[in-house]
Nanobody
Framework: QVQLMESGGGSVQAGGSLTLSCAVSGTQKGDWLGWFRQAIGKEREGVAV???????KYVESVKGRFIISQDNAQKLLYLQMSNLKPEDTAMYYC????????????????????????WGQGTQVSVST
């Protein structure tokens, strides 16, 4: 059973930085991991994805500002966020795709949450002007 638990959210001023962590357990070789966010009144959207070989992909709005990485030894997934903007305010979730559904990056994995079969509880990020 895959379990995910996020931490590291908080409040920050625009231009600031935060690093989110997700404790990952139960995943197997070949599983993919990702970070999603959901702002009030909006649908959940993919932010960054890392494949089973460590390759990464980002949604256009965070390219150059966010970095997804993982520490396999510590079983942690990270999202380093810099130059934060008020529009980054959202609940952030880590997600796992376990079962080898994914073989390559597609837009669908960012926009269709049903592609992912495990989710954490989320951590809130608030960015003020």
């Amino acid at each position: 059973q895959v379990q995910l638990m996020e931490s590291g959210g908080g409040s920050v001023q625009a231009g600031g930085s935060l690093t989110l962590s997700c404790a990952v357990s139960g995943t197997q070789k070949g599983d993919w991991l990702g970070w999603f966010r959901q702002a009030i009144g909006k649908e959940r959207e993919g932010v960054a994805v890392i494949d089973s070989n460590g390759r990464t992909k980002y949604v256009e709005s965070v390219k150059g500002r966010f970095i997804i990485s993982q520490d396999n030894a510590q079983k942690l997934l990270y999202l380093q966020m810099s130059n934060l903007k008020p529009e980054d305010t959202a609940m952030y979730y880590c997600a796992a795709q376990s079962g080898s559904l994914f073989t390559h990056f597609t837009p669908l994995m960012f926009g269709d949450v049903s592609q992912w079969n495990y989710w954490g509880q989320g951590t809130q990020v608030s960015v003020s002007t």
